[in-house]
C-alpha cells in the first residue's frame, strides 16, 4: 500500500483493560485515555490498543466516544489472543475489525476460553503440582504459597519465588524464569511440565471464527522470537494458512530476526505489523527493538482493507 507520506505507528499496545493471560491479573498501567494523550505527544498517526483476550477498550470508546478527540491520528481496532498451536502457546492479533463487531469479537470461542472463567481454579491446580515436583525433588518452598483470590500470584510467581530461594541453588538445572519457561514449563518431557493448551483455543479456531465474522479481519501471528519452538521460519510456514500477517518489530527482536521476519513476510505473502508491546510507561510508544528504533508505515506492509475505527480503510 502506498502512502502519501512516512507515518510513525504502533499496531500493539495495552491498556489497562489487558490481564495478563495465564497470570489473570491486571498488568498494564494506563487507561484508553492517557494512551491517546501519550501518542498524541509521540506523534503516532497509526495505532492499535491490543489489549489481551478481550475488546473492552472497543467497548469503553463505544460508549465515551469523546475520548477520541484525544488523538488525531488514525485508530485500528486490534485485540490480542493467546491460543495454542499443536500445544504451543502463541499470541495471534486481530487486527481491523469493526467497532459494532467488537462484542462478537469479544465472544470468540478462544477469547472466552482464554479469559478462563476457572482461571484461578487452573492456577491453583498447576501451583499444587508444582508443589508436589517441588516435594520429590527436595526443592523448598514456603508451604502457605497460595495464589490470591484478587489473582495476583500465579504458577509464575511460584517459580519466581522457587528460584529465589538460595537453598534451591544447584537443585535446579535452570537459572532464571525464561530458561525455566522454556526448559521446564513448556516442555512436554519435563516432569514440570503445565499443559497450558489444555485451556486455550487453538489458532485454526480463532482463523476459522473470525473470518466468519468478518474476511477481512487481519490475524497476526506475534512476537516470534518468544515461543518454544526450535525453528522459526519452519514454524511460520506452517502455521501459514492460519495467518495473514506476521509481527516483525518486536521488543523481544534483535534487528537480525526483525530482518529474517521481514524476508519470510516477503517470501510467503504475508502483510507486516510492528509494535512496541507498551504496558507500562517505562516502554516508549512508537518504539521497538528497546524503545531504539522507530515503528513506521514505510518498514511495514499494511493491508489495503483494513478498517479503522471510524469503519472507513486505513
Ligand atoms: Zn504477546
Ligand atoms: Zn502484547
Redesign the pocket.
Known amino acids: 500500500m502506498c502512502y502519501v507520506q512516512n507515518m510513525k505507528a504502533d499496531f500493539?499496545v495495552?491498556s489497562a483493560f489487558?490481564v495478563g493471560g495465564v497470570l489473570g491479573k491486571p498488568h498494564a498501567s494506563e487507561s484508553v485515555e492517557q494512551i491517546l494523550e501519550r501518542a498524541e505527544q509521540e506523534g503516532i498517526k497509526m495505532l492499535s490498543i491490543?489489549d489481551?483476550d478481550n475488546t473492552l477498550a472497543y467497548s469503553y470508546i463505544l460508549n465515551n466516544p469523546q475520548v477520541l478527540d484525544k488523538f488525531s491520528g488514525r485508530i485500528v481496532p486490534a485485540v490480542?489472543a493467546n491460543v495454542h498451536y499443536n500445544g504451543t502457546n502463541i499470541?495471534a492479533m486481530l487486527y481491523g475489525f469493526k467497532l459494532e463487531d467488537s462484542e462478537r469479537i469479544n465472544n470468540l470461542t478462544p477469547l472466552v476460553k482464554a479469559r478462563g472463567e476457572n482461571l484461578l481454579k487452573r492456577q491453583q491446580e498447576r501451583i499444587e503440582k508444582l508443589k508436589r515436583i517441588s516435594d520429590t525433588l527436595g526443592i523448598v518452598y514456603d508451604k502457605k504459597f497460595t495464589i490470591t483470590q484478587d489473582g495476583l500470584c500465579g504458577h509464575d510467581s511460584f517459580c519466581e519465588h522457587v528460584l529465589s530461594k538460595p537453598e534451591n541453588v544447584g537443585k535446579l538445572s535452570f537459572s532464571d524464569m525464561r530458561e525455566f519457561y522454556y526448559d521446564n514449563l513448556l516442555n512436554e518431557q519435563s516432569p514440570w511440565y503445565l499443559n497450558f493448551s489444555e485451556d486455550l483455543g487453538s489458532l485454526q479456531e480463532l482463523y476459522d471464527e473470525v473470518k466468519k465474522v468478518d474476511k477481512n479481519i487481519i490475524v497476526s501471528l506475534?512476537?516470534i522470537g518468544q515461543y518454544a519452538i526450535e525453528s522459526r521460519s519452519q514454524f511460520i510456514r506452517e502455521v501459514r494458512p492460519y495467518i495473514d500477517a506476521i509481527e516483525v518489530m518486536h521488543w523481544s527482536h534483535i534487528r537480525a530476526l526483525q530482518e529474517e521476519c521481514c524476508k519470510l513476510a516477503d517470501e510467503l505473502g504475508l502483510y507486516k505489523f510492528g509494535?512496541s508491546?507498551f504496558?507500562t510507561q517505562e516502554q516508549k510508544l512508537g518504539m521497538w527493538d528497546n524503545s531504539k528504533r522507530e515503528i513506521n508505515t514505510d518498514s511495514l506492509r499494511l493491508p489495503e482493507n483494513i478498517y479503522n475505527i471510524h469503519g472507513k480503510k486505513i
Open positions: 500493539h495495552h489487558s491490543s489481551h490480542e499470541h506475534c512476537h509494535g508491546d504496558h
